[in-house]
């Protein structure tokens, strides 16, 4: 049988779950599984950086988790990461966080395995912690310590489940992920620059401090203000998730945009299918797809 990495698919409802599962953060890298002792991306392409490739050859088989550039949490994790680790060149400070193992026996067995393993290379490895959860309440007070440290959501794993090739299903219940915004992914297809807004400050009848949006007292400020994406006949625009400096870098990039792929999260879709606050998360490699 053709080998896949396990996925993880949509938790349902967390009153519904089959308790106990173990939760982990989750981590928003990019994937990684040593497959004849080279490192691979989730569609089995090699791990484009020289270093990191260098780094990780030869390690156990079968080592499953995700690679990350810097700290695991942050706005720009996902951006680093995809920028250290599908470029060719350059050291990137990174490390594998390791929460799997493709092997037979129960999740709880292929942890110990790879916790053990990641525990005696050392850096850049390390072993995801994982929490025991017995019910709906505890889960709860689990997720809210991992939003609260940064991550952007939980990733369930029944103890006695399998490693399936391919992505798991919600019934099946062997790898689940819990997060209040989705992520998707997106095709630029135009930008838009930031104005700074001179128009006088005035406070309104709710004591609140407001402006006018008048034109003639909006100036250009040379820096990116929102990306204009596509995804499939839906056109919107994401102007959150930026830095100051990225603002400024992507806006002199500008006409090499085009056709990049975005991955970015957002909180629902609008009847007419548009992502509500959609927030910018770092660019998709064709190599990570």
């Given amino acids: ?62 080592l499953d988790g995700e690679l990350i550039v810097g700290a695991p949490v942050g706005a720009d994790v996902m951006n680093r990461t995809a920028s250290g680790v599908m470029s060719a060149e350059g050291s990137p400070a990174f490390s594998f966080h390791v929460f799997d193992c493709v092997a037979e026996g129960s999740f709880s067995r292929r942890l110990a395995r790879a916790g053990f393993a990641a525990d005696m290379l050392g850096h850049p490895f390390t072993a995801v912690t994982h929490t025991l959860v017995r019910d709906a309440a505890s889960l709860g007070v689990f997720e809210e310590s991992c939003v609260t440290q940064g991550y952007e959501g939980v990733m369930l794993r029944d103890p006695e489940g399998p490693y399936k090739l391919g992505r798991s299903t919600a019934r099946e219940g062997f790898l689940l992920k819990l997060k209040r915004f989705q992520d998707a992914e997106a095709t630029i297809v135009g930008f838009v620059e930031r104005f700074h807004n001179g128009n006088e400050a005035r406070i309104n009848a709710l004591g609140l401090t407001e402006r006018s949006t008048h034109k ?55 009847p007419d299918g548009v992502p509500r606050f959609p927030v910018f998360l770092g660019f998709r490699s064709a190599a990570d797809l």
């Fill in 1 to 62: 049988m053709t080998f896949r990495p396990m996925l993880a698919v949509a938790a349902p409802a967390i009153e519904t779950l089959r308790y106990p599962l173990l939760a982990s953060p989750k981590l928003d890298g990019i994937r990684c599984v040593i497959r004849d002792g080279l490192p691979v991306t989730r569609n089995l392409k090699p791990v484009p950086n020289k270093h990191i490739a260098a780094t990780l050859k030869s390690a156990p088989e079968g």
């Fill in 216 to 270: 003639a007292h909006k100036t250009p400020t040379g820096t990116l203000g929102a990306l204009v994406l596509q995804q499939g006949d839906v056109r919107f625009e994401v102007g959150t998730g930026f830095d100051d400096a990225l603002r400024h870098q992507l806006w002199a990039e500008r006409e090499s945009l085009p056709g990049r792929c975005v991955k970015f999260k957002f909180q629902q879709l609008t």
